[in-house]
């Protein structure tokens, strides 16, 4: 019998403001040094300057650049007889969510602009569009993994 314990995923408590996990953990994404206040600072001028631009509520662009960024199979290198198989494995839904924040916020950092929450605020935009560096990411990953589709059975 297997002495592996299966520990339960531990949610983030909500967001003050907008009473939401996904800008909770966009929060924890950002986090440096554990300065948390500066990181919601961050979050919630971002969300300023996201509703500025579009006139639209900014968390509903922010689930919807979230839903557009998060990959559902991603590759992974497998060593099989000597030679490694680039094998596409299917990304759960929560990793998935956390890929595309970590994506939204690489891609935001190597953005053009004045401060982080500016640049941010534009990869939110044109993600949840359907453009930009992370949504890019999002296709090169599905690219790959149905180019190796034909080592999906070296899947463990």
Known sequence: MSRRITKKRKFPITDPMYKS???SLMISKILKSGKKAIAQKI?????DIIRQKTKNPPLKIFEKAIKNV???VKIKAKRVGGSTYQVPIEVKKFRGINLGLCWIIKFAKVRSG???AIKLANEIIDASKGSGNSIRKKDE??????SNKAFAHFRS
């Open 43 to 47: 979050i919630y001028e971002t969300f």
């Open 114 to 116: 004045k401060t982080i």
């Open 21 to 23: 996990f996904l800008v």
């Open 141 to 146: 990953t599905h690219r790959m993994a149905r």
């Open 70 to 72: 998060s990959p559902a």
